[in-house]
């Protein structure tokens, strides 16, 4: 499920002749639930280029923040399971995913928290009531596909 009424390519302006939006960040440009977190914790749709230089490195450490520690761990490094970050809670609808944020033990310590601080929650709390989700069923089956192969690598490395 997408939350933005438009894909990603949708969201973005020319500035000094060049393409800037959402879909030029590497950390969410082919990760839906990246997106989804971007998407609830900024307006693109007010501002379709984001100012803050920050935003798309904090979207990815809390993409890779451990919900049972509260640590980020590095890019490139072995990716956490699924289940301990809030990737899974990016499935759901978007007010449903707020409310189960808002009610995690780690909220406070996610990236996007300490970069915006309550700001942030109060954005997501906001943005989470625009009712724009809608099935993307291509970036699903994409996401979908990408996680079994990691499923499949991880379960290869432990079979000999």
Not at 104 to 116: C, D, E, S, T
Request: proline share 8%; charged share 25%; aromatic share 10%.
């Amino acid at each position: 499920m997408r939350y933005s009424a438009r894909p990603i390519e949708g969201y973005g302006r020319i500035v000094d002749g060049e393409f800037r939006g959402p879909s030029t960040l590497p950390a969410i440009k082919n990760d839906l639930e990246a997106w989804n977190l971007a998407y609830l914790s900024f307006n693109f749709d007010a501002k379709p280029v984001c100012p803050f230089p920050e935003f798309g490195h904090l979207v990815a450490k809390t993409m890779r923040t451990d919900l049972t520690t509260g640590i980020s761990h590095p890019a490139g490094g072995v990716p956490l399971p699924r289940q301990l970050t809030v990737r899974p809670f990016l499935r759901q609808r978007p007010r449903e995913f707020v409310s189960t944020m808002l009610a995690h033990p780690m909220v406070r310590k996610l990236p996007l928290y300490k970069g915006f601080g309550e700001d942030w929650i109060k954005v997501i709390f906001e943005r989470s009531w625009i009712g724009g989700e809608v099935s993307d069923d291509g970036l699903e089956e994409e996401a979908g596909l990408l996680e079994m192969r990691r499923l499949m690598q991880r379960l290869a490395g432990k079979v000999e």
